[in-house]
């Protein structure tokens, strides 16, 4: 769900989404003899709600048309958020074996620079980060496309 708002030579979209994420793992059993290892089928179900707004802008640096694509943006993680496994060793109790927690609240940073390489090419550089309470996920991509 989005809308368009134009200022100037940017365009703002103040928008909203909501993503539901079903994680499911089966059960097993190792092939062992003195502490074989079962592991009980478990599944995960987390919903990510995000709010932000995305902008978009041209401009021109020495003649070159280059485009700024940002997003900035809160993302709330609500259901499953603590992902758990149930695990026995032969001869044992069952225990519970944790993984990392999902991030309950994000802050969301995009920003992305593209401009035209010779006729048809397209060069362009991003970056991503997500960080929250805990957590940080940094990302740098670079990519170029040709249109034939």
Known sequence: MGYHIDYGNVKYEP?????????????????????TLQVNSASMNTSFSTLGVRAVSTFKVDGTNWTSQDTLGWR??????????????????????????????????ELALAAPVARNGTLSVAYTGLVGSGMRNNALRAN????F
């Open 144 to 147: 170029f496309g040709w249109k």
């Open 76 to 109: 709330h993680a609500f259901g499953d958020t603590l992902p758990t496994s149930e695990m026995t060793l032969s001869g044992s109790s069952p225990f519970n074996v944790t993984g990392l927690p999902v991030t309950i609240n994000a802050a969301i940073l």
């Open 15 to 35: 928008f909203g989404n909501l993503a539901i994420v079903r994680q499911a793992g089966e059960s097993f059993v190792e092939n062992g003899n003195l502490a």
